[in-house]
């Protein structure tokens, strides 16, 4: 849950999420729906689908349990190599690193040398060999939370930094080797279909994105004989998106869909700036 999500954001979904799962057979039995719908809200549903394929594999294994071993691990569904790390090492003591992004960057200037970080195959291997064999779960931790904490991308804290006395890097970063792509904006068209109070959802996106939700129809085109009732603007991966939300009686007829009444639209698993659009509709300001 906490990849690309703030754990502040993460902490009410996670006890929900144990609330209704409690462990890997529950979700493993639960069925796709369920699942997406106590996801609702922290996007970036692949993780989802991942923890829920995940927990079906754990289930055909011999032991119905997560293996310790990191390369064992790696034949899981969703789990990578920081995954497989942060899990046998802080679940399992297991001396394996967990290499993410704040490690990196902690490495990068620890070990930069006249203001050149080392490549970040260099700085992998490097983290593989610092890590104790005793609490290497906490050592883990430790350095992400340095990176995530103290050692910021732009400001680094580095007079509060428990290793400023060592690190060359220290109120002096090294030069930014790449620079980050600018997200790109995309213009779309979100039509509300509304008939009484039902809504008209569809599993259909120009973009596939969202797969297996329930999706308001977007279009490329503004729809004619359609009132304009405004705008939203979301992020979705590198795209900055700015959506014109349109009301009309009338599915469009080369999408395929089904009514929803207000009950099973409740229910419903949207994604939050879907959402967001069908609050735009007065009736609907609590959906
Ligand atoms: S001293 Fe500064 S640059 Fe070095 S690791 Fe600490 S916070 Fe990062």
Redesign the pocket.
Known sequence: MCQQTRITTVIPYYHRWLRRFPSWSALARAPQAAVLRHWEGLGYYRRARFLHALAKAVQRLPQRQLPSDPQKLRFLPGIGHYTAGAISSIAFAIPSPAFDGNVA??LG??LAHHRRSPNLKKLQEFASTIVPKRNPGIHNQALME?GAL???PKN???S?????SV?P???K?PRPTTSRPKPTTLQENLLIVQHGKSVWLTRQHPANRWRSLSLLPTLSAKPKKALPIGKILYAYTRYHISADVFLSPYPPKDIIGRWFNPSALRQATLPSPHRRALSLLPQNRNL
């Open positions: 960057r902690v200037r620890l340095l103290v050692c910021l680094p804290l580095c509060h930094c428990p290793l400023r690190c890097s220290r109120n970063l």
